[in-house]
T-cell receptor, first 114, second 111 residues
Framework: DAGVIQSPRHEVTEMGQEVTLRCKPISGHDYLFWYRQTMMRGLELLIYFNNNVPIDDSGMPEDRFSAKMPNASFSTLKIQPSEPRDSAVYFC????????????FGEGSRLTVL | DAKTTQPPSMDCAEGRAANLPCNHSTISGNEYVYWYRQIHSQGPQYIIHGLKNNETNEMASLIITEDRKSSTLILPHATLRDTAVYYCIVRAAHRDDKIIFGKGTRLHILP
């Protein structure tokens, strides 16, 4: 399996622009998580899905952030409009909660908002 | 908030055992202890997990105290490639559970 695939790996944009980050989870996994990582705040859980349904979005910072999972093999995290404080590495992770329940992370999308 | 407490950083000489502590004094009976590590600029990687008994795999050993309020991750023969941030997490056995990462321990392996 190719693992969790995220795109783009790097994104540089200007304040006010819309940003869309994409994630393809590992086939067969039923949980998908979006995390954001910054030096100041560490690794923060933004939202997670089970079987394509959002379960907890309490970590989404504000209405500018939205996430969707239209099918089992694809999820997006959108920021509109983007702000400089959104600059971070965004990680997607997937999991199949068998007796191990480990998370498999993608390589992240590094976002810079100027 | 994270339910665990870890030292912010540790040093270990290459070839020696690295022992990383974690306190989880409020752990519930159905919560597992998981360890992940994050090598610079990569996504976190699963290492090991346990409930009550000590566990060992090809990467590490996990020692959980009898009262389950703390645990230690042991890397038996640390190498430079083990330099990373190590996260200890507790999470319940039921399916819908938020997985919260704390600040972790930054482990420096010294040549």
């Amino acid at each position: 399996d190719a693992g969790v695939i995220q795109s783009p790996r790097h994104e540089v944009t200007e304040m006010g622009q819309e940003v869309t980050l994409r994630c393809k989870p590992i086939s067969g996994h039923d949980y998908l998580f979006w995390y954001r990582q910054t030096m100041m705040r560490g690794l923060e859980l933004l939202i997670y899905f089970n079987n394509n349904v959002p379960i907890d979005d309490s970590g989404m910072p504000e209405d500018r952030f939205s996430a969707k999972m239209p099918n089992a093999s694809f999820s997006t995290l959108k920021i509109q409009p983007s702000e400089p404080r959104d600059s971070a590495v965004y990680f997607c992770a997937s999991s199949f909660l068998t007796n191990t329940g480990e998370l498999f992370f993608g390589e992240g999308s590094r976002l810079t908002v100027l | 908030d994270a339910k665990t407490t870890q030292p912010p950083s540790m040093d270990c000489a290459e070839g020696r055992a690295a022992n990383l502590p974690c306190n989880h004094s409020t752990i519930s009976g159905n919560e597992y202890v998981y360890w992940y590590r994050q090598i610079h600029s990569q996504g976190p990687q699963y290492i090991i997990h346990g409930l009550k008994n000590n566990e060992t795999n090809e990467m590490a050993s996990l020692i959980i105290t009898e009262d389950r309020k703390s645990s230690t991750l042991i890397l038996p023969h640390a190498t430079l490639r083990d330099t990373a941030v190590y996260y200890c997490i507790v999470r319940a056995a039921h399916r819908d559970d938020k997985i919260i990462f704390g600040k972790g321990t930054r482990l420096h392996i010294l040549p």
